[in-house]
């Protein structure tokens, strides 16, 4: 019975419902607070999603009109797929994304995608130097392809040998 109630205490914590136990309220930590007080419907997790990721993709389109302009390109780019991201954790709340993305399955696709966004602004914001944004841009692009083949299974094993027979030099 206690397991139960254990239960059905975790659940009105998910749907955002106050938790009567003292014992669970003290255990919580700051994301679990966070989930809590930021609960969404499903019609506006589904709202936040589709405005979110039309965001990232149209920011992200719209830096292909630029991209001559290496700076305005790396900021575009760089806001869209930081939004395309963001739009995930309206669908799956953002505990989960980041419990997602800090598997160890992808924890280094994770880190290099999103320190070569950080590198890809930091060079088009504050060094300004064309060369180096896109050089930024093409390892964030990289990344990002990386990355996305973490959550398919088998994905990045099979790209990888591909890979490795296209560019083996051995005849």
């Keep these: 019975m206690e397991k139960m109630n254990q239960a059905f205490e975790k659940m009105k914590m998910l749907v955002g419902m106050e938790v009567e136990d003292e014992e669970l309220q003290q255990e919580s930590s700051f994301i679990d607070d966070f989930n ?8 506006q997790r589904l709202y936040g999603f589709a405005i ?6 149209t ?15 790396g900021i575009t780019f760089s806001f869209g797929n930081l939004l395309a991201l963001g739009s995930t954790a309206f669908l799956i709340g953002p ?7 800090l598997d160890p399955v992808r924890i280094y696709a994770t880190a ?3 320190s070569s966004i950080i590198i890809a602004l930091f060079c088009a914001v504050y060094v300004r130097n064309k060369l180096l944004t ?3 841009i093409v390892i964030e ?12 299974p088998f994905a990045r094993s099979m790209v990888s040998k591909i890979t490795t027979a296209c560019f083996d030099t051995e005849f």
Excluded at 36 to 43: D, E, G, I, M, W
């Design 36 to 43: 809590r007080n930021c609960t969404l419907s499903t019609k």
């Design 52 to 57: 979110c990721l039309s965001s990232g993709i």
């Design 59 to 73: 920011f992200t389109l719209l830096s292909m009109l630029v991209f001559f302009h290496p700076i305005k390109f």
């Design 95 to 101: 505990k989960r994304q980041v419990t997602l993305m």
């Design 112 to 114: 290099i995608y999103i």
């Design 134 to 136: 896109l050089l930024a």
């Design 141 to 152: 692009f990289g990344a990002l392809i990386w990355y996305s083949l973490s959550y398919i």
